[in-house]
């Protein structure tokens, strides 16, 4: 593989053609909207003829990790400790995006954060203080048995969007060995993420990445955000004070969930949305709303 001359890189993984489909749609748009590299680690189906001097596209069943845990057509379990720790061999620091991730312009300033960056990577924070409500639930006995902790000193950190330098080796190594060895069956509670919060509660961590992505299930998500930063006046807040952001109202989850942060220039974009279709058309709405706010 030719050596990489940029330091830092934008990276997304997909099994399966419908993810590697939304994978590739988002590296279109972070190849339009930021100056950095874009590299898309893919299994189980093709990528299309997209192409550019900042894109690779790395295909993982030359890896032994991926032929390894990859049963009956998919993933044993999400790859994406592996992934970041494949990324920090070619660069110095690396900003992962879940495929289901429809990006603005704004995500640019994303590297901004690193200077936060300690031992581990920097995630950003759920839209709520999910595990004092429901810790049975999505941290599992079997993560605390192996990763005990005292205390949680962080709100409950979402993998789906984080960075990460070579800073963080050796945590990303412990975190891969781990998911690796508890991960058997994705029970609820038993999953790369729950692993990950627990090792970040057990060294103390206490830095994340404000909430800056709305968690919503339409494109049209787009629309109401827009209108909430054009007219804020009366507008809902989101109901825990921890995490000062506005409420959708109408293109939802429920809950608090979809929330998205006070300034417009801090908003990066919406997860969730997987079908490709309703992902082109948050895209749309995107190009066509969004540089008016």
């Known amino acids: ?66 032929k390894e845990n990859f049963i009956d057509g998919k993933p044993k379990f999400a790859f994406t400790p592996y992934i970041t720790k494949l990324a920090l061999e070619l660069y110095d620091e690396v900003a ?26 920097l995630a950003c924070r759920y839209p709520w203080y999910y595990t004092l409500d429901r810790g049975r639930d999505w941290i599992g006995d079997k993560v605390k048995q192996n990763i005990p902790y005292e205390r949680q000193l962080t709100p409950t950190l979402g993998i789906s969007c984080h960075i990460a330098n070579k800073n963080c080796l050796s945590f990303i190594d412990e975190w891969v060995t781990l998911t690796k060895k508890l991960v058997t069956d994705n029970t609820q509670g038993v999953h790369e993420e729950a692993i990950f919060n627990a090792l970040v509660w057990q060294k103390g961590g206490n830095k994340f990445i404000s909430t800056k992505l709305a968690w919503v299930p339409q494109p049209e998500a787009i629309l109401e955000v827009i209108d909430i930063y054009n007219s804020p006046e009366g507008k809902p807040l989101h109901p825990d004070g921890t995490n000062p952001s506005y409420i959708l109202t109408k293109n939802t ?6 929330c998205f942060p006070l300034d417009k220039n801090e908003f990066w974009g919406l997860h969730t949305i997987k079908e490709i279709n309703k992902a082109k058309q948050a895209y749309l709405y995107i190009e066509e709303y969004f540089n008016k706010l």
């Not at 950095?36 to 990790?65: A, E, H, M």
């Not at 989850?253 to 979809?258: L, R």
Request: hydrophobic share 35%; glycine share 8%; aromatic share 16%.
């Open 253 to 258: 989850w429920g809950g608090g969930m979809s």
């Open 96 to 121: 992962y995006i879940d495929s289901d991730i429809q990006v603005t312009p704004n995500i640019k300033d994303i590297f901004n954060e690193h200077s936060k960056i300690t031992i581990y990577p």
């Open 1 to 66: 593989m030719e050596d990489i001359k940029s330091k830092q890189a934008f990276i997304l993984w997909g099994v399966g053609q419908s993810f590697i489909d939304t994978c590739e749609l988002s590296a279109e748009y972070l190849l339009k909207y930021t100056s950095y590299d874009v590299v898309i680690y893919y299994g189980n189906g093709k990528t299309s003829s997209l192409t550019s001097p900042r894109l690779q596209k790395i295909d993982l069943s030359t890896f032994d990790f991926y």
